[in-house]
């Protein structure tokens, strides 16, 4: 009844309007623009509702992280404390000269008389140490010898300490003379620049962060594969037992997963070392020599066995929520039209169960690139990963620009892998539950 | 009735009101554990005792100071008062601006004997921001029981890297610093040239290939706990830590566990003052650093761990545990008997290369 009404209506409105003409509200504006109106309020009033959520996302997390990954290429330190320097060595090339002008020199002392002041030289030299090894204690002697300079600067400079005196101390300043740098992101991909400007990969025996990026996604992949070969049965199980006992069974799976990661890791420590538990099983049951126990922990087989567990339930709780919704019927149907056992499972179950394949193992996958507490506790060294040594940086070597910049491309690779998975699975055919 | 109660807590409000002004908070941070807890019996208790106004906060941060103290600066909100970091995290604080540039012989008591607080430190005073407390020293501790030694035990650090008369696996730290130096002195670079070698390429090289030879049974350690409990379990048979730590195996929990003193490495540990601290506050961090920092205070810690005291009037006051009863002076460090060979960590040179040796170490661990 009520749809023909509407068709009516409808039928009404078009017949009653000359053709050419838009259509109208009541008031006589066009209904366009008066639906668009009324919309835009509803809009601006669900807009209004998230406001406070987005205002701070936006101030406790994107500002702070942009302010951290914007350290990747900021390099002011030295523009602002040395500005003379800068200016001064603005047309000086090592090509034209061996050395700048006197200018160049006079404009050191000048710069450093106020840096001292300001108690800000060595930092300067730590920013500068990161490129070239040496500023830090030359700034630091500066600090001591540049008050007793009088006469000639460049004379007073390289009598004070002889690095002055060569090319590359000036070379080093008057490229990390801008506002900017890409340096942190050449070092992040074991790149360097060579004296004349060309760039270059890193010495053999230095290069190590394309290594780790690259081990750090191995792992993470093995790691993947590895919770969907486990977690995939027990998933199936708990989805299709009967309620009473895939509770029993769904507890199971969450005990672990509300215990703290800390006190998981170190499980595996006990178990896994050398002397640990399962050595001494072996041992006992004679498969192991005493003298040849098996290495376990603190190196690659360390980090996948803690991590294949700690991740376990990221994969088995999507893959779950999606077995439950397929209907057991499906299989039965198959069955009873001839299929077999595995020609039924694989044939109708397993692509029904492929959006949980995706959502668990795009949450793992994502969530072990970027781990960090437990390849630090039971990675040795062949088993750490890229966030090991971002974390190196901020807490050890305060090479923020370097961390700032690894952590910007480890964002960069989790974004393409996204955009990748999107393009070849399609993100909506993802199912969280 | 109602209006007498509200009378009261009122008054009570107001009374509480200025007393509660007048305690000072005092931020303590350093590096838990048995060493916090020497630092609490032997400085912060008695402290306590003669000063109710001050409330001191223990925070056990120690190991990010560096980290956290640059964070704090950056926000300008110093949380920290007085910080316990080790001799080189000091030199980079100071030299990032970080920490407070402190004149010793205002800021520190003289020695019982007159002698100036600069004099009695001596060469502990490693840069202007550092005040010293302790030497303590990172050696190697290894197993009295292993069968396969027949017998002998280790007496040079050269031993370490002896893996045909003593093999087992070995636990060193996770760094260049330390490991290249004892590396190069086993392959015979004299103690004098090892910075000049070091500052070579070709010395980095020399250092991780005399490393190779042990790599594949070497266990990395990054917190000092590791090699303890490692050896305790028989994990390691030798492995290198700070001389706290092992004489607690050794002493306290009695595992059959010896040092080898041979080549240890000395560093200093003390308290920097945070750049920014408020104004309001000096009196009090003053006179707390003042307090804990004399010849009474810094031989009482001994008591209670088995690290030097950094003055040398303290070292005759030096007395036994306070609770094994055992003498604590030939557990130290400084002991006679126990410094015939050693290292002391070159702070400067490593203020220089360190990124750069960092990234070669990293990149030969990783490998």
């Known amino acids: 009844m009520a749809e023909i009404t509407a068709q009516a209506i409808t ?54 992280i942009g302010e951290m990954l914007f350290r990747s290429v900021e390099n002011q330190i030295v523009p602002d404390n040395m500005p003379r320097t800068v200016a001064a060595l603005a047309d000086w090339t090592s090509e034209t000269a061996p050395l700048p002008s006197d200018a160049a020199f006079a404009a050191v002392v000048a710069d450093f008389g106020e840096m001292i002041e300001a108690r800000n030289h060595t930092r300067v030299g730590q920013r500068l140490n990161y490129e070239a090894s040496g500023f830090s204690s030359l700034f630091r002697k500066m600090g001591r010898e540049i008050p007793r300079i009088a006469g000639d600067p460049r004379a007073g400079l390289i009598e004070a300490d002889k690095a002055w005196g060569q090319t590359d101390t000036w070379v080093t300043l008057k490229r990390f003379s801008g506002n900017y740098t890409p340096a942190y992101f050449l070092s992040a991909v074991d790149l360097t620049r060579t004296a004349d400007g060309a760039i270059v990969q890193k010495p053999e025996n230095e290069r190590i ?19 969907l070969l486990l977690g995939y049965p027990i998933a199936y199980l708990l989805a299709t037992l009967p309620l009473r006992t895939s509770n029993v069974l769904m507890i199971l799976v969450l005990l672990p997963f509300w215990t703290s990661l800390l006190v998981r890791t170190s499980a595996w420590i006990v178990l896994l070392q050398q002397q640990g538990v399962i050595n001494d099983v072996l041992v006992w049951l004679g498969l192991v020599a005493n003298e040849a126990r098996l290495q376990m922990i603190f190196n690659q087989t360390g980090t996948m066995i803690a991590m294949t567990h700690i991740l376990l339930p990221f994969m088995i709780l999507p893959l779950y929520s999606v077995m439950k919704t397929i209907p057991p019927y499906y299989v039965r149907a198959a069955k009873s039209l001839g299929a077999t056992n595995w020609t039924a499972f694989w044939r109708v179950y397993f692509p029904q169960s492929t959006p949980g394949i995706g959502a668990g193992a795009i949450l793992v996958f994502i969530l ?9 506790l039971v990675g040795g060294t062949s088993g750490v990963f890229i966030s090991n040594r971002i974390a190196f940086h901020i807490t050890n070597s305060l090479n923020w620009g370097l961390a700032a910049a690894l952590a910007t491309l480890l964002l960069a690779l989790v974004m393409i892998l996204y955009w990748l998975y999107d393009r070849l699975v399609g993100i909506d055919n993802v199912k969280l539950g | 009735m109602l209006k007498k109660m509200m009378a009261g807590a009122a008054l009570a409000g107001l009374m509480a009101g200025p007393l509660a002004a007048q305690t000072t908070d005092l931020t303590i941070v350093s590096w838990g554990g048995a060493y916090s807890n020497s630092q609490n019996k032997a400085y912060h208790e008695p402290y306590a005792a003669q000063n109710a106004a001050v409330k001191i906060i223990n925070d056990e941060s120690s190991s990010q100071a560096v980290a956290k103290l640059r964070a704090m600066n950056e926000a300008g909100n110093i949380t920290w008062d007085v910080v316990d970091v080790e001799g080189p995290d000091s030199q980079r604080l100071c030299d990032e601006g970080l920490a407070m540039r402190i004149d010793f ?14 004099a009695d430190f001596g060469e502990a005073l490693i840069n202007e921001c550092f005040i010293p407390q302790i030497v303590f020293s990172t050696t190697f501790g290894y197993r009295t029981d292993v069968a396969a030694w027949g017998g002998k035990t280790p007496t040079s650090v050269c031993d370490v890297f002896d893996l045909a008369t003593f093999p087992g696996k070995r636990s060193l730290e996770r760094g260049p610093k330390k490991n290249l130096e004892w590396a190069l002195l086993c392959d015979g670079v004299a103690k004098a ?13 020399r250092a991780l290939a005399k490393l190779d030879t042990i790599k594949p049974e070497t266990i990395w350690w990054t917190a000092g706990a590791e090699t303890p409990q490692r050896l305790a379990d028989g994990e390691v048979v030798i492995g290198s830590t700070y001389n706290g730590r092992l004489f607690a195996v050794i002493e306290e929990q009695k595992q059959p566990v010896a040092m080898l003193w041979d ?13 920014g601290v408020p104004e309001a506050k000096m009196p009090v961090i003053k006179d707390y650093i003042r307090f804990a920092t004399d010849t009474q205070r810094l031989a009482d810690q001994a008591k209670y761990i088995s690290y030097g005291p950094a003055r040398a009037s303290s070292a005759p006051l030096v007395s036994t545990h306070a609770e094994l009863g055992i003498e604590m002076a030939q557990h130290m460090p400084t002991d006679p008997a126990n410094r015939g060979n050693i290292l002391v960590n070159n702070i400067e040179w490593w203020a220089d290369n360190q990124d750069e040796v960092e990234a070669v170490f990293q990149a030969w661990l990783a490998r």
């Open chain 1, 11 to 64: 039928t009404q409105a078009i017949t009653a309007q000359p053709p050419a003409g838009p259509l109208r509200a009541a008031d006589g504006a066009p209904l366009k623009l008066s639906l668009a109106r009324a919309q835009r309020r509803g809009k601006l009033r669900a807009f209004a509702l998230v406001a406070p959520l987005l205002l701070f996302v936006a101030l406790t997390f994107i500002a702070p």
């Open chain 1, 209 to 227: 962060y394309v290594y780790l990026f690259a081990r750090t996604m191995w792992i993470s992949l093995l790691i993947t594969v590895a919770t």
């Open chain 1, 368 to 376: 072990s690139i970027g781990y960090y507490i437990t390849p630090e």
């Open chain 2, 105 to 118: 012989d205002d800021w520190l008591a003289p020695a019982p004997d007159g002698a100036t607080a600069t």
């Open chain 2, 193 to 205: 040239d090892l910075y000049d070698v070091l500052s070579t390429p070709e010395g980095v090289q």
């Open chain 2, 263 to 275: 080549y240890q490495v000395f560093d200093f540990d003390g308290w920097i003052i945070p750049t």
